[in-house]
């Protein structure tokens, strides 16, 4: 059974940083590329950013480019979402999940993804 403990949301000033953390167990990590998704109230979800499997490939919505980094340890089984320069639009429930697939491409899309952390609420306030 596949466990994700999803973690470090909170309430941040615009322009601020926050690291979102999420823990996966119950699969064999690095046969996964991983991705970060966002949805804010009554809007759809979209994605954030993907890293394939060896965390050698990264692709990123081009609302958080040079914004955001994902990145993963596969030692430790863990995905990493670095955010920086905060806007108030990026207040959002985030959250993390494993691909079906080892890579990215230059298009994916949320339903290559089947494992998904909880949630955790990033509100940036101005």
């Known amino acids: 059974q596949v466990q994700v403990a999803e973690s470090g949301g909170g309430l941040v000033q615009a322009g601020g940083s926050l690291r979102l953390s999420c823990t996966f167990s119950g699969l064999t990590f690095d046969d996964h590329a991983m991705g970060w998704f966002r949805q804010a109230p009554g809007k759809e979800r979209e994605k954030v950013a993907c890293i394939n499997y060896g965390g050698d490939y990264v692709n990123y919505a081009d609302s958080v480019k040079g914004r955001f980094a994902i990145s993963r340890d596969n030692s430790k089984n863990t995905l990493l979402l670095e955010m920086g320069s905060l806007k108030p639009v990026y207040t959002a429930m985030y959250y993390c999940?494993?691909?079906?697939?080892?890579?990215?491409?230059?298009?994916?899309?949320?339903?290559?993804?089947?494992?998904w952390g909880q949630g955790t609420q990033v509100t940036v306030s101005s």
């Open positions: 999940a494993a691909s079906r697939y080892i890579g990215c491409g230059t298009s994916w899309e949320s339903s290559e993804f089947n494992y």
